[in-house]
């Protein structure tokens, strides 16, 4: 009995070390604006990396990173291609305020939204906002929370360096 | 118990000479497996303060931590969280007292069908009916304890079937939740109709049951009791319209002091928006409708449903943290509207950066009850009509103006109007109902791409509760990751000398 116990350990800490070559985009169920469903395993952008944005309408510095960005977007994008997942957890309270403010402060970005929680807690996020970046195989190879007046630029930097074929550490 | 070890044992066997079997298959299927975790502790360190009604805090540091840990390799994951509460910050729910693993899952995905066994979060519409859900930050956990299904049965078609019992706390309530769920997307299932159609409709049923033994010696209690829910999305072009409704067969409880009327509620919103333009109007009413896997809890503990708050969540400390708003369970008549436009650049209110107007409108009201003799109506308790409304509980109307003033100033300027009734929402009778003017201006200021400077001054006055209050808040920032704030809140206008104190 005692051995059989450890090779289940040791099949664990193969797992574990294996898990850190490959961390892709875990599968959950969100929706979009018109209230489908949308499985994020398919989040893609063409081998261009993307970032992924957890916020909320009731968030201050959530709004204000992702308007700052809204700036610079179009910019972003053309040097770039990076694409923006901005993942709403607004609940039942707030959801259907979500497509009037995206629209009204004209975001370009690929908006969902995340009411139970379901893809929030698969990415590991506690509070917003949380922000993922994936190079163009897939991989989240890097990600912040909070946010800081001017933080968008370290993201930008960091997006250049993987649209250019370089890693991040 | 031995037989049982024998049989574990066995079946590890068997699991392991599978594995070896197909050593090269299982190799594979490592490789696509990962860990994810996380880990997040808080503390704080108390101390007396008598001006303010502080109380001594005899553990003087309390911490509230969590470490989340999720496998997930294809279809199959598994995961848990252990939360650890010794004893918890103030503020949080004094129910979490301990250590302890409160959530694991295991949960497997093939083709259309979804299957998990532990615990798991969920929601069905908006909630009226079903929603288990989890907010760490404020204590807020009422997760299923059972077995989900979930089934995709035809295209646009998904089914859901649960049962478990709810979390509250360290342990789970007495109730046995049941619920069944079915979705259906239109324009899939239809594809051919609704080819080519602008018109996009979704429509859902629910039906959740609880069943709780009756142990009441003064009443005969219902141990079953059903709630359903139908819910209908329809959105053409840039308009959505979202209607549910949700009917609850008699349930007496301590919430609706044990009267065996029925509940219902009804929920419409519509939202219409295009670049630069959004709108949102709502309405909703809630007639006890207070749903719970044990019918002698209060507070927040083990709710099955969700009755969203239809006022808008504030940010800035003044106005979210001292007269906030949430559903009054029993009954509640709401409605709001928002309004968020966009004026263009080179528009006269617009000037040479643009600006972003919101302007939010929200009210809530008791329902107008009149109350019915007990003896000849089976303890119904009172009867109301849809047409008109009770006291007022609560009222908001806010303006937001965001400006950017040139490439380094930007500012948001709030102005808001809150109407508060202290004695329904706080239960503090004969309490005044609190009138209050809410002024904040935020100004970012950034001196360079790394550093910035941001200020917020809040000013609330009222006549009532504690007086006027002011908050400043000066913040500097040092992109990435650097950020060093002096936040006071000063209740200068409180009628008691002593209590005008800079906290």
């Known amino acids: 009995m005692k051995s059989l116990f450890f090779t289940a350990i040791l099949c664990f800490i193969t797992a574990t070390s294996i898990a850190q070559q490959a961390d892709k985009i875990p599968s959950a169920d969100v929706n979009k604006l018109d209230g489908t469903s949308f499985n994020t395993a398919d989040i893609k952008n063409d081998g261009k990396p993307i970032i992924i944005n957890f916020w909320a309408t009731w968030c201050s510095p959530c709004k204000r990173e992702l308007n700052n960005i809204a700036e610079m977007y179009e910019m972003w994008q053309e040097e770039t291609g990076v694409k923006l997942v901005a993942m709403s957890i607004d609940d039942a309270r707030n959801m259907a305020k979500v497509a009037p403010y995206v629209n009204g402060k004209g975001w370009e970005y690929d908006v969902y939204i995340d009411p139970n929680g379901d893809f929030k807690r698969a990415m590991g996020v506690n509070n917003v906002p949380h922000t993922f970046l994936v190079d163009g195989e897939g991989n989240i190879v890097w990600q912040h929370n909070s946010y800081v007046e001017g933080d968008e630029y370290e993201l930008f930097e960091l997006v250049k360096k993987l649209s250019e074929g370089e890693k991040i550490d | 118990m031995s037989k049982k070890c024998h049989f574990w044992t066995l079946l590890f066997i068997l699991f392991i000479t599978s594995i070896n079997a197909n050593a090269q298959q299982f190799e594979e299927m490592m490789s696509r497996g990962q860990i994810k975790g996380n880990f997040q502790f808080e503390s704080q360190f108390y101390r007396e303060d008598t001006i303010i009604g502080a109380e001594e805090v005899p553990e003087r540091i309390r911490s509230n931590s969590f470490l989340n840990l999720i496998y997930s390799n294809g279809g199959f994951s598994a995961g848990m969280r252990y939360e650890s509460y010794l004893p918890p910050l103030l503020g949080y729910p004094e129910g979490y007292q301990g250590n302890g693993i409160m959530y694991r899952f295991a949960s497997y995905q093939k083709d259309d069908l979804s299957i998990t066994v532990g615990n798991f979060y969920e929601q069905f519409g908006t909630g009226l009916v079903l929603r288990t859900y989890e907010e760490r930050g404020l204590g807020y956990d009422n997760a299923l304890d059972g077995v989900r299904l979930k089934y995709k049965v035809y295209d646009g078609i998904r089914l859901t079937a649960l049962t478990g019992r709810q979390r509250i706390f360290f342990d789970y309530g007495e109730g046995i939740v049941r619920g069944f769920d079915a979705d259906i997307n239109l324009n899939e299932t239809f594809s051919d109709f609704f080819e080519g159609s602008k018109t996009r409709i979704l429509l859902g049923g629910s039906a959740v049951s609880k069943y709780q033994a009756d142990r009441n010696s003064q009443f005969v209690l219902p141990e079953n009791v059903a709630t359903f829910g ?39 919103q519509g939202t219409y928006s295009q670049k630069g333009l959004g709108i949102l109007v709502s309405a909703k009413r809630n007639d006890n409708m207070s749903f719970r896997s044990d019918r002698t809890e209060g507070e927040q503990n083990l709710l099955i449903n969700y009755m969203p708050a239809l006022t808008k969540q504030h940010t800035y400390n003044l106005l979210a943290t001292l007269y906030p708003y949430a559903t009054q369970l029993n009954g509640e008549v709401a409605f709001q509207a928002d ?165």
């Open chain 2, 230 to 268: 139908g819910r209908a999305s329809i959105t053409r072009g840039r308009f959505n319209f979202y209607a549910e409704y949700a009917y609850k067969v008699n349930d007496p409880s301590a919430d609706n002091e044990f009267i065996y009327k029925p509940g219902e509620a009804l929920l419409l």
């Open chain 2, 339 to 503: 309004l968020i436009y966009k004026f263009d650049k080179g528009t006269i209110l617009g000037g040479d950066r643009g600006m972003d107007i919101q302007v939010n409108y929200s009210t809530a009201n008791n329902i107008d009850t009149t109350h019915l003799n007990d003896e000849f109506t089976f303890r119904q308790g009172y009867k109301s009509s849809y047409f008109s409304v009770g006291e007022v509980y609560f009222k908001d109307f806010n303006v937001q103006l965001t400006k950017r003033f040139s490439s380094k100033v930007k500012g948001i300027f709030t102005y808001a109007n809150l109407v508060y009734n202290q004695d329904i929402i706080e239960g503090k009778p004969g309490a005044p109902t609190v009138y209050a003017d809410i002024a904040i201006a935020d100004i970012t200021y950034r001196l360079d791409m790394r550093n910035a400077l941001r200020g917020e001054f809040q000013h609330l006055s009222t006549e009532q509760d504690q007086g006027d209050w002011a908050t400043l808040l000066v913040e500097y920032t040092y992109a990435p990751h650097w950020f060093i704030a002096i936040q006071d809140q000063y209740n200068y206008g409180n009628s008691e000398k002593e209590k005008q104190t800079l906290l």
